[in-house]
Structure formats: C-alpha cells, structure tokens
C-alpha cells in the first residue's frame, strides 16, 4: 500500500509513505517515481501522524457515564463516594458481560485514532485484532485498593515486567505520602510506571520510569493537576484518557484541554502520545520511519492551521484513515471510490457528528448486543450507528 501526497507531522514537504508487510517500508518524496503497491491512495491537503497510543485505560469501564458530583480530596473519598451515591447507575453498567465492555473500549479508542492502548486491570481475555491492547505489564491498582500490594510488587517472578499503577491520584497528605511508600517497598528495584502523579514531587517523579498524565479525570475527580511542568524534568511523561467514568469518551477532548494547561510545550504533549510512550512500553511503534510497525492515521488537514497546531486541532471526523500493523482498520466515506478493491464485507458504518466512518467489524451488531443487555446505556451522544446526525 501506497500513501501518497501526504504531509507528515513535523516535515514541511509532502511525501509517498510505502507500507508493506504490516511495516514502513519506505519515505519518498512525491517527485520520485512510485514502486508498485498493491493499493495507492493519494491524498491532498492530508496530515499524517504515527497512531496514537492512550497509556492508560481501563477497557470494560467506558460505558459508564461520569460518576462524581464534586472536588474530592483523593482517589479513595471518590471511589467510597461513587460506591454509594451511584449505587443504581453502576449496576446498571456491570449487567453488561465485561468482555462486550472492553470490546466496546476499544472501538472507543479507534474512532479517534488510537492504535495502542495500554490497558489497566485484569488481563482482558480479548480476541482483538483492531488495534494493540498492550497488557505486558503488572497493573497494581494502586496503594490503598490493592490488597497485598508489596508482596505482589516484590515477587521475583515478576521483576522484569514493568509495574503499572495509579499513583498520588489526590491533593493530600495522604496521596503523596503512598508514593514514598511505593517507592521505599521496591525492594527489587523495578521499573515503575506511574498513573496520575497529581500530588507528585520531582525528588518522587526520579524513581519512576514515567508518568502517565491524565489531566482530564485529574481535573474532573480532583480540580487539579499534576505539575507535569516540572515532573517531565525528572521521568518521561505519557498521557492517557483513563476511562468515561471520569472523562470524555474522546481522546482528542483530553489533549485540547492538556494543551490549554501551557504545562507541557506542544512537542513535549504529542511525544506523550506516541515516542515516550513506545519507549516506555518498549513498541515498535511511535514514529513514522522505515522498519516500524505501520501504525498510522491520516487527517483532514485543518483549514489554515500546519503541523502541531493542526494535530491539536483535530476531532475524530476529520480522520480519513487509521491503519494498524498495515491493516486499514478505519475509513472515511471520501476514500470509498479510492478502496473499492479491498473487501468491505468486513466493515460496518457509523457516524460521528455526522460524518461517515467505516470501521473494521460488526460495531452496530456489538451495539445491539449490548443494549440487549441494558437498553438505557449510554453511548456517546455524537455517535450514532444508524443515520447522519
Ligand atoms: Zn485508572
């Protein structure tokens, strides 16, 4: 496959990208002669950026809406609070089987071009192909609801998987003092990942191999968040959405309101998105160069904006293409005439805020399934699987 005339984050001419074998096989510029491809598309006025990878998500936790009604002091007070005031609302959501949750979460994390997802929890028992649902590492919940967290943190059997899990998710005392706890039990010195890290000293931020930031539930749980500005001296920053119980279902919502906050520069925020996280997690993925995973999206190139003042402009209607290891897993309408030679039996149609997306597999069927289960559930309002908006 052949993705010509396209504009690359960051380069300032446009260039022919060859996929082959689920990889970047090479980068040309639009005057060199083409090498055959089994598929060419041509685009104009497209921007092009390595698939998005969202480092923190809980799967089967994106059909809940978002439960809390005022600033908490830390995870735990919201968490008891939740439990009890919306008591009806979270059975409602667990009536669903978990597995047509997760599925669910990560046609979530496609729509908006999301091609990673580091999930956090329980492994997920999921047959997906669609993106990568990175799992290889020990998720803890956190401090105070794991049980025996510094037995399972010091298992040798596991000491050479990273250890992901929520941290200083508060304001308080007690939030940054669970993060001199952690710290102090790793006993075999592994490698932390962090989530959250609101209430986070730099001196802290050092014995982490990164933190994941998540400003949108931070600001929505807690009206607070963390002081990236500073941590990012002292250990990679990533960024995630966490799930709808405390944000918007829409990645691109969370890096808007990310880039509002002036902590991070705008390079620093899109690295979050994609290089940091693929070190981290060690991918082979995050950048858009020969021999990496071909995991891309491609754009509507915003009118009057270039490079990362288009990327953050960005809304998942304005995404044309999604790819995943080589693989076309979204499509815009307009590329229909382009595609006629691939199989559409295997992608369904939905809109989102009208326009129309063709995404690999049965959606509107997972849809049905799950309002089988609970008919009142809430799907976002600007995704709908039968008509245009
Ligand atoms: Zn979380």
């Not at 936790?61 to 008591?87: R, S, V």
């Not at 669910?104 to 990673?116: E, M, R, S």
């Not at 929505?220 to 002081?227: G, Q």
């Amino acid at each position: 496959m052949i993705l010509g005339n396209i504009n690359i984050i960051g380069n300032n001419e446009p260039v022919n990208i060859r996929v082959c074998n689920g990889k970047i096989a090479d980068i040309t510029p639009v005057s060199s002669k083409n090498k055959t491809g089994h598929l060419q598309l041509t685009f104009d006025d497209a921007i092009t950026f390595p698939g998005l990878i969202n480092s923190h998500d809980h799967l089967d936790f994106n059909l809940f809406p978002q439960l809390g009604n005022k600033k908490y002091h830390n995870y735990t007070e919201w968490g008891k609070h939740i439990h009890k005031t919306y008591k009806d609302e979270i059975a409602a959501v667990l009536k669903i089987p978990g597995l047509l949750r997760a599925e669910w979460g990560i046609y979530k994390n496609l729509l908006c071009g999301v091609t990673t997802v580091v999930n956090h929890g329980e492994k997920s028992g999921l047959k997906n192909e669609l993106i990568t649902v990175f799992e290889e590492s020990q998720c803890l919940h956190s401090v105070h609801f794991e049980k025996n967290w510094k037995i399972k943190l010091n298992n040798p059997l596991k000491r050479d998987l990273p250890v992901n899990i929520h941290v200083g998710e508060g304001d308080d005392w007690l939030s940054f003092r669970e993060i001199d706890h952690l710290i102090q039990y790793n006993l075999l010195k592994r490698k932390l990942i962090g989530v959250h890290g609101v209430s986070m000293s730099a001196m802290q931020a050092e014995k982490f191999e990164a933190l994941v930031w998540c400003p949108e539930s931070n600001y929505f749980l807690l009206d607070k968040t963390a002081p990236v500005d500073e941590l990012a001296k002292h250990t990679k920053i990533l960024f995630g959405t966490d799930s709808t119980l405390t944000g918007s279902w829409d990645i691109w919502e969370h890096l808007k309101l990310a880039r509002k906050t002036k902590l991070l520069t705008d390079e620093e925020l899109y690295a979050a998105m994609n290089q940091n996280a693929a070190n981290t997690w060690q991918l082979n993925t995050g950048s858009i160069n020969e021999g990496k995973d071909a995991d891309l999206v491609v754009a509507k190139q915003p009118a009057g904006k270039k490079g990362l003042d288009a990327f953050f402009a960005l809304t998942p209607a304005d995404i044309l293409l999604v790819i995943h290891k080589g693989e076309i897993r979204l499509f815009d309408q307009a590329m229909l005439p382009q595609l006629q030679p691939i199989e559409l039996d295997n992608y369904s149609k939905v809109f989102i805020t009208g326009a129309c997306k063709y995404v690999k597999g049965d959606l509107p069927a997972l849809i049905k399934m799950i309002k089988a289960y609970q008919p009142d559930v809430n799907f976002p309002a600007d995704i709908n699987e039968l008509v245009p908006l």
